[in-house]
Nanobody, 125 residues
Framework: VQLQAYGGGLVQAGDSLSLSCATGEPTFSSYHLGWFRQAPGKEREFVAAIRRGSSGILYADSVKGRFAISRDNAKRTVFLQMNNLQAEDTAVYYC???????????????????WGQGTQVTVSS
């Protein structure tokens, strides 16, 4: 499945930003979805994930309470609402999709077969 992430930009600390990741894949609703990020010189890390029926949602501790993941299957889009952004949130954000990843493995970057191209988020302090 091809994923297109967009919505990144340059914001100030404390601001909000909303990322979207869309696809033309007609079976979008059958995919579990995740958001990951990669800062310069660091490994790609888990941010948030949502099960295909929205029955399970996970967040990294570093974003819990500030970020919210959601999906709209009719629009074939997954969203990441990011509030109270901080400098340490600066990274390239990637969306990912997989049909078979189990809940306990959704934080694992290697569990997803399909990736978007990434969108840059820069937070100035």
């Amino acid at each position: 499945v091809q994923l297109q992430a967009y919505g990144g930009g340059l914001v100030q600390a404390g601001d909000s930003l909303s990322l979207s990741c869309a696809t033309g894949e007609p079976t979008f609703s059958s995919y579990h979805l995740g958001w990951f990020r990669q800062a310069p010189g660091k490994e790609r890390e888990f941010v948030a994930a949502i099960r295909r029926g929205s029955s399970g949602i996970l967040y990294a501790d570093s974003v819990k309470g500030r970020f919210a993941i959601s999906r709209d299957n009719a629009k074939r889009t997954v969203f990441l609402q990011m509030n109270n952004l901080q400098a340490e949130d600066t990274a390239v954000y990637y969306c990912a999709a997989d049909r078979t990843v189990i809940l306990s493995n959704m934080r694992n970057v290697f569990a997803y077969k399909n990736w978007g191209q990434g969108t840059q988020v820069t937070v100035s302090s």
